[in-house]
């Protein structure tokens, strides 16, 4: 992949999963990498003390996402570290609650599209005067939003939101030169696929899959870099899925 030697980056909820593995890889191509984090302080802080041990950049940020101004902080927060530049924003950060619908809550239906649709679009909003022509916004959609996977409608509803947005954005800043594109994991062995660790979750997830193996969160992190990446200069307001052909 390209070196991103000299660019700079965001990575929403860092501190684990994905996102750590994205923070990670973004760093080894040379990225100067921003970990956010909403409340995992000591983990965010693992991630930077990683990345400055391998001879890279990293700083920790914090944010409540769920917050109505959580994004506007944050946005704040890396102008501040990186100036009026920034290069790759990977919109990770989301929650996940497994309902039925007659047992979805008001509360837990508004904190998934707070957190998992709010969140990424007006951070994308507040961090547009630092977007420039070749920078890349990176959001997390999820084979939630194609294929019926369990029992989450109101989490699949979030992420079908982000593969409109996907292409929303993508329109409004081609212009810029700002691509913006997505992509969409199956499970992924992670705190909030820990189901996929049990016998029956990872029986469950092999059952989904071409690939009969449970996807780590370096199998996702790399497609994220690849689309940060200049090598995906042509790509678009488009949803990749990296979810080891489920749902065939």
């Not at 693992?46 to 902080?73: F, M, N, T, W, Y």
């Not at 837990?108 to 707070?114: E, N, Q, T």
């Not at 212009?175 to 594109?181: F, Q």
């Amino acid at each position: 992949m390209t070196s991103l030697k000299g660019k700079t980056a965001l990575v929403t909820g860092a501190s684990r999963g994905i996102g750590r593995a994205s923070a990670l890889a973004l760093a080894r191509s040379g990225a100067q990498v921003l970990v956010h984090y909403g409340q995992a302080a000591k983990e965010a802080e693992a991630v930077v003390a990683e990345i400055r041990k391998s001879g890279g950049r990293a700083d920790a940020v914090a944010a409540d996402l769920g917050a109505p101004d959580g994004p506007h902080q944050l946005a704040r927060q890396v102008r501040a570290i990186v100036g009026d530049r920034l290069d790759i924003l990977v919109a990770n950060a989301g929650v996940s609650k497994a309902a039925v619908i007659e047992e979805t809550t008001v509360e837990d239906f508004d904190r998934l599209f707070a957190v998992n649709v709010r969140a990424p679009f007006f951070l994308v909003q507040q961090l547009l005067p630092i977007l420039h022509e070749a920078s890349s916004v990176v959001l997390v959609s999820s084979l939630a939003a194609h294929a019926v996977v369990g029992t989450l409608p109101a989490y699949a509803a979030t992420k079908g939101a982000i593969d409109t947005l996907v292409k929303h954005f993508a329109a409004a800043l081609g212009a810029r030169g700002v691509r913006v594109n997505a992509v969409a994991p199956g499970v992924v062995a992670t705190d909030m696929s820990s189901f996929a660790k049990t016998d029956s979750g990872r029986d469950y997830t092999l059952g989904l899959q071409t690939f009969k193996r449970v996807a780590q969160p370096d199998d996702i992190a790399d497609a994220i870099a690849f689309l940060a990446s200049p090598d995906s200069r042509w790509i678009t307001g488009d949803t990749i899925h990296v979810d080891g052909g489920s749902k065939l």
